[in-house]
């Protein structure tokens, strides 16, 4: 199936729920605040007829990301979908002897966050490894290791991820000996936060067979000692897979539990809908999930770019594309690092490395080549670039792609677009090209970044205000476990530009902040358009699913530093309330 552009078709229950009739999805139209034109159902009254709704949700303050009607009292919800959006006085007509009415006190709902780029399963998996997120030092590094060893039985392999290098001081990457001060009779392999590079003991290295004869793989680098030429147990970008390929696979039972566990965060944080970038393994495990009626919210799972062709559309047919729960969506694909470890792609050098611009992880040739076949097949395509070398080379690819196979609604993205170059931002949305962007990483990398850019390439960094000035769609999410799955963090993010605990005053790079509201918006109503499910998601109105997080504040009208430490108060998707804070 070809992302083309698609007719809305929506099933309604008539009267006494005896029939279901298909109508399509001819309401008005509506231009919201990032310019895009919304198919709407023709009206609550056609929509339902005045049966009684399942679920009525009144006295609320309820935030729509809906123009025509920005903020309601009251929704009526009868199975997956939200029947009518109103005051509390029209809602309540829906109420019937069978309807649960929940009271929410004044409560700031709004819908439910899309999480437009998460690893669900690595974060699952990681919540059954050694977590070595926000270790100060080495030595604290190094602890968290030792914490665990009698979990593990001899020679069992112990892996982990987390651990950040620019925290520490001096902020070095650690090595094998500093691992084989910790253990020599377990193999040991860690990822570095941004999953990029990673650092193996002199046990794993071995497994391996990795040596000093052992050739850089393309796109990655084994780092060797610079005297004797043996490796330094740091792998960066490909380079993990030397070692990784060896780390034994966890169980369908261990993945399914930490699949569980992340399952239950996403809930708890009110993340109603994920698009995922995991293995098909995991994608067979959300299905066995759906199947079970235990899957908590929806997901829309990438496939991997690099895959041959017939065995992409392969996995497209057996994935499908176009359940209300699961399915199948864009290739995703890497073309280069991350700032922290210096290996996202810079067209000039990095302003604290001279030496280095960088890893680009495919040839731009064989890229362009890739993007058009694979366009032509019909597939979204969501590319990884940081550096700005990176994100002009998937502009030019996209844009070889159009002249090669014509233009349609192909809503190609990028994720991160960390750095970008000032020529490129209009490239963006001259070739509609949707910026997946993860605001969290601004917090994170703000300690360093201007650093590793410099004053001039900082100004086109992690530029939100400038995307949308261009014209740009933003969709919104974490890159968990990268980062926290919490979408207050990205709030936060988008309307200070500073650190968790506050500073700089008045924020890095002030200029590119955006209000709460344009984050909430990017967050729902843009990740939804990301994903080809603007007309099903990402607002509050009637025909949409009721897929709704209700906080305890209003998150638009509360300092921003208050965000953080608000709680969600209760989740629902599909109607179905998969969360509730006791």
Not at 140 to 154: G, H, M, T, W
Not at 243 to 252: D, I, S
Not at 290 to 318: C, H, K, N, S, Y
């Amino acid at each position: 199936m070809t992302h083309r552009p698609r007719m809305w078709f929506f099933l309604l229950a008539a009267v006494l729920g005896t029939a279901m009739a298909t109508r399509s999805g001819s309401g008005q139209a509506s231009l919201g605040l990032f310019g895009w034109c919304i198919a709407r159902p023709a009206g609550a009254a056609g929509l339902a007829a005045q049966a009684p709704a399942d679920l009525v949700l009144v006295q609320g303050n309820i935030y729509t990301v809906n123009p025509r009607q920005p903020r309601a009292e009251a929704v009526a919800i009868r199975g997956e979908y939200i029947v009518a959006v109103g005051s509390n006085e029209e809602i309540r007509k829906w109420v019937g002897p069978n309807t649960r009415v929940v009271d929410l006190g004044g409560r700031f709902a709004m819908p439910g966050f899309n999480d437009a780029h998460i690893h669900l399963a690595s974060g699952g998996a990681a919540k059954l490894a050694v977590d070595l997120s926000g270790a100060e030092s080495l030595e604290a590094f190094q602890e968290r290791i030792r914490a665990r060893l009698s979990d593990y039985r001899p020679g069992e392999w112990i892996t982990g991820r987390g651990w950040d290098h620019t925290l520490w001081d001096p902020p070095r990457f650690p090595t094998r000996a500093d691992l084989d001060a910790v253990s020599r009779e377990h193999p040991i392999l860690l990822t570095r936060v941004d999953g990029h590079v990673a650092v193996a003991n002199s046990l794993a290295l071995q497994r391996a067979g990795v040596t000093r004869a052992t050739p850089d793989p393309p796109g990655g680098e084994i780092q060797r000692d610079s005297l004797t030429g043996e490796p330094t147990g740091l792998l960066k970008e490909t380079a993990m897979g030397l070692v990784a390929r060896t780390v034994p696979a966890l169980t369908p039972a261990q993945r399914r539990r930490g699949i569980e566990l992340a399952l239950a965060e996403a809930a708890q944080l009110g993340v109603t809908s994920l698009q995922d970038n995991s293995g098909w393994d995991d994608f067979l495990l959300y299905r066995e999930l759906r199947d079970q009626g235990r899957l908590t919210v929806r997901i829309t799972e990438w496939l991997p770019f690099q895959a041959p062709l017939e065995q992409l559309l392969e996995m497209r047919r057996q994935g499908g594309v176009r359940d209300r729960w699961l399915k199948t969506g864009a290739l995703k694909g890497v073309t280069d690092g991350t700032l922290g470890s210096r290996t996202a792609a810079m067209l000039e050098p990095y302003a604290d490395d001279r030496s280095t611009r960088g890893i680009l992880r495919i040839p731009q040739d064989e890229l362009r080549r890739m993007v058009i076949e694979r366009d032509a097949a019909g597939f979204q395509i969501a590319l990884h670039a940081i550096g700005d070398l990176a994100n002009r080379a998937v502009l030019d690819a996209f844009e070889a792609a159009q002249r090669a196979n014509g233009r349609y609604d192909a809503r190609h993205r990028i994720e991160h677009a960390q750095v970008v170059a000032p020529d490129d931002f209009a490239r963006f949305a001259a070739l509609g090209v949707i910026a997946s962007m993860q605001p969290v990483h601004q917090s994170t990398d703000m300690r360093w970044a201007g650093q590793r850019l410099g004053p001039e390439r900082s100004r086109g960094a992690y530029a939100w205000r400038t995307m949308l000035r261009h014209g740009v769609r933003l969709a919104l999410g974490t890159d968990y476990p990268v980062e926290p799955m919490d979408p207050r963090r990205g709030l936060y993010a988008c309307a200070t530009r500073e650190l968790p605990e506050g500073g700089p005053a008045g924020g890095w790079v002030p200029e590119e902040k955006i209000s709460v509201e344009e984050c909430i918006q990017a967050y729902t109503l843009g990740s939804a358009y990301a994903e080809f499910e603007e007309q099903n998601k990402g607002q509050i109105v009637a025909g949409q699913y009721a897929d709704i997080v209700v906080f305890a504040e209003d998150l638009t009208r509360i300092p921003p530093r208050q965000i953080l430490t608000t709680p969600v108060v209760l989740t629902l998707v599909g109607g179905r309330i998969v969360y509730e804070k006791p």
